[in-house]
């Protein structure tokens, strides 16, 4: 397999989206809405998550909704407003792609491709990302093992890409005090089979703001190359997942905790 640690060569660990790398020294820090609800909220959600040290931007445009009345996204003007949202602060942006017809609309747009959880198992998806030339953000599908995620980055990989990050993003267990329930051995084991980079999503993971900023700083204690974390100006009114976005000062408060732990760990952030 080419994610196989033994074939290291293949790639050289990192992938710079951006200014930002993965799987080197410095941590990523993505942050921002689950959504893109309109120019207002994502303007003033990017500088603010800026201001406060994310090192990627991130937002749904076409959102995998497990409902088909719950709102899908602004879709192409989402699109946009992310375009906008970098052009404001600098800061690379990662969007999902939910079907192959949209990769030539979100690559022309993302600088960072994301599969979500949902279709972690479209085979189909993953070699079309992986042959469009835009480094991919692979999450864990909520019920798969280790060795389908990594069977299902093996598909980005075979497709000619290799910058390919994976994330765990929790996982469907008995447990239902938790949205999911956040495996974060998968980052130590992802890490011992393979050389890709593995980042952490506490938000989806555990589905509770108040949850998400211990499980950051666990996340970096175990090794992971960076944390993803939903992040909303008024969680109370997001159209998605407002329970687990955290405030932007709630997300500055969790840099400066990231940022004494990624020391501990010989990293910085
Ligand atoms: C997301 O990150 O926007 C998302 C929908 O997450 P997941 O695919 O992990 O559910
Ligand atoms: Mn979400």
């Known amino acids: 397999m080419i994610f196989d640690k033994k074939n290291a060569g293949a790639g050289d660990g990192r992938v710079g989206v951006g200014g930002a790398v993965f799987g080197g020294q410095r941590l990523v820090l993505i942050a921002g809405p689950c959504t893109v609800e ?3 909220q994502m303007l003033e959600i990017a500088c603010a998550v800026k201001e406060a040290g994310a090192s990627m931007l991130r937002g749904g445009a076409f959102k995998p909704r ?22 404001r602060t600098g800061l690379p ?49 909520m019920s798969a093992t280790i ?26 267990t008995f447990e239902t005090a938790t949205r999911f329930t956040l495996d974060l051995s ?42 993803m974390m939903e992040v909303h100006a008024h969680p109370g009114q997001a159209l998605c997942d407002g329970d687990q976005s955290e405030t932007p000062e709630m997300f500055g408060r969790v840099v400066g905790e990231l940022r004494a732990v990624a020391a501990a760990v010989g990293r910085t952030v």
């Open 38 to 40: 309109s120019r207002d």
């Open 66 to 87: 497990s409902s088909p009345y719950a709102f899908q996204g602004l879709c192409e003007k989402g699109l946009e407003i992310l375009a906008e949202a970098r052009e």
């Open 93 to 141: 942006v990662v969007t999902e792609v939910l079907e192959a017809a949209h990769l030539p609309a979100v690559a022309a747009i993302a600088d960072m491709l994301q599969i979500g959880s949902r279709n972690m198992h479209n085979s189909v998806l993953l070699r079309a990302a992986g042959a469009c030339g835009k480094p991919v953000l692979l999450k864990r599908g």
């Open 147 to 172: 060795e389908e995620f990594l069977l299902a980055a093996e598909y980005i990989l075979d497709a000619g890409c290799r910058q390919v990050v994976l994330c765990e993003r929790g996982i469907r």
């Open 186 to 227: 998968a980052v130590p084991l992802l890490k011992e089979r393979s050389w890709l980079p593995v980042i952490v999503d506490p938000s989806h993971g555990t589905g509770r703001a108040s949850l998400v900023p211990a499980m950051s700083r666990a996340a970096v204690a175990c090794g992971a190359d960076g944390v």
